[in-house]
């Protein structure tokens, strides 16, 4: 079955569902037309309760929660808590200012009056990704709840008891049937269904060719889609920068997830002065980080998402390495049970290799050093990704100058790429387009109709 929940651990399987047959899912997006039909002219105030009973829910079973996410896909407890109150607090975030973002707005015309209505498109499909399994989907669903939408949600396959809690938990919270939907469908499915009249738009978080899939499918149904793919976020240090909070943040953005995450830094790119010094530090930090149990405490170092992910990394390495670049640190499996790779550091990497091309979706860093601040905003913008990135300076005009030069879509001066849900979200190039979050994240899916108004006048 390829609807598992595997424990990363030890790769031993906990359970296994049943993939819905077409009929099913036939039904399900019926259920959710019809419920679009009935509920989109509900009052603000009524799906803002709806949201933040949904948020309370989640705070109260963190624990419970927390636990199936560090099961199914191998995330530190402690992180797998903060995943469940940043989720949380995104709902609460759209239950609290959806009314506001959705406002009638005034125009101006020359002529008459006029203002732009705006309100929902109708069933939307979201598909989304293991490596935060609360908090992708919260990103997605509670906007769109909030302005009138309903949705369909196929989860990464690998996660489905953390899918199947979301649905659960709509539904505990006083949600009709049908206004959040959880699919167990394949990946190799969803396309196929896009095509579904009765669905308006769709959403995908996930790889370049899921991305493409599912772009083409949306093109081809002329239907509106948001893509958030894939990263490889430099990591500027600045001959400026204080070396001790570089490093510090550094390990916290490649290894935080265990550096399973779009958005962590990939490629630390530092000014030669400091590269040494940057260096031997970052090394001797990686190098202290305590190997175990997700669930332990202690563990800095737990496991990757499965152990296909596992293999995936090490043969990137190794093909990175047999093209000549050099390991500094780790490099290989890590020899005991479960889907585990050692800390690694790559240097010396050239174009064409596939460190210097691909995102290495792991705790696995490639360092470069560079002349200087010119050098270095030249190679963070040789990637065919656009998502995040961040640079490390004392002086706050050069990290914005250097920022604005950058080509992603989101940059942080000292501080890694983050989120949170009042700082809008995505990428460009490869990475995908649309924005989530904030604001902007009501944006994608709504139908920003005008209404005008004239005087009555003899048209002769």
Not at 79 to 90: H, K, P, R, T, V
Not at 237 to 257: H, K, P, S, T, Y
């Amino acid at each position: 079955m390829s609807i598992q929940t595997i424990n990363p651990f030890n790769n031993k399987v906990v359970k296994s569902f049943e993939e819905m047959t077409p009929a099913a899912v036939n039904a399900a997006i019926a259920q959710a037309e019809n419920t679009f039909e009935t509920c989109w002219t509900r009052p603000y105030s009524r799906k803002a309760e709806l949201l933040h009973r949904v948020a309370q829910i989640m705070r109260e079973r963190s624990a419970q929660l927390s636990a199936l996410i560090t099961l199914e896909m191998g995330k530190l407890y402690a992180q797998s808590q903060g995943e469940i109150a940043l989720s949380a607090d995104i709902i609460d975030y759209y239950a609290t200012n959806g009314e506001r973002f959705l406002a009638d707005e005034k125009l101006n015309p020359e002529f008459g009056e006029a203002y732009i209505k705006k309100s929902p498109i109708g069933v939307l499909l979201g598909v989304e990704p293991w490596n935060f399994p609360f908090y992708q989907v919260a990103r997605f669903a509670a906007p769109n709840i909030m302005i009138g939408n309903v949705v369909l949600v196929k989860h990464a396959s690998n996660v489905p008891q953390c899918a199947q809690a979301i649905e659960d938990i709509f539904l505990e919270a006083g949600a009709p049937k049908g206004l959040y939907t959880n699919l167990f469908i394949s990946g190799g499915n969803v396309a196929a269904y896009v095509a579904d009249e009765r669905i308006k738009g769709v959403s995908l978080t996930g790889s370049e060719l899921a991305g493409a899939s599912l772009a083409a499918a949306a093109g081809k149904a002329l239907k509106k889609s948001v893509l958030e793919l894939g990263g490889s976020d430099a990591f500027i240090v600045l001959e400026d920068a204080d070396i001790d909070q570089a490093v510090a943040w550094a390990v916290i953005g490649r290894m935080n997830n265990t550096g399973q995450c779009c958005v962590a830094a990939k490629r630390f790119i530092v000014v030669e002065k400091v590269a040494d010094e940057f260096l031997t530090k970052f090394t001797a930090k990686l190098t202290g980080l305590k190997v175990g149990d997700p669930m332990d405490a202690d563990t800095q170092l737990g496991p990757l998402s499965s152990e296909g992910a596992a293999v995936q990394l090490a043969d990137q390495v190794q093909r990175s390495v047999d093209a000549g670049a050099r390991v500094i640190l780790g490099g290989k499996r890590i020899d005991r049970p479960g889907a585990f790779i050692e800390a690694t550091i790559l240097t010396d990497i050239e174009p064409g290799m596939a460190a210097y091309h691909e995102e290495l979706f792991g705790p696995v860093a490639s360092f470069y050093r560079v002349k200087g601040e010119a050098e270095a905003i030249k190679l963070a913008n040789d990637s065919p990704f656009g998502l995040g990135g961040s640079v490390f300076t004392s002086d706050k005009k050069r990290g914005e100058n250097v920022a604005v030069l950058i080509n992603t879509g989101m940059v942080f001066i000292n501080h890694p790429t983050w989120t949170q849900p009042d700082l809008p979200f995505g990428g460009t190039k490869r990475s995908g387009y649309g924005r989530e979050l904030s604001a902007l994240g009501v944006e994608e899916f709504v139908n920003k109709k005008l209404i005008r108004f004239s005087e009555y006048a003899d048209p002769f």
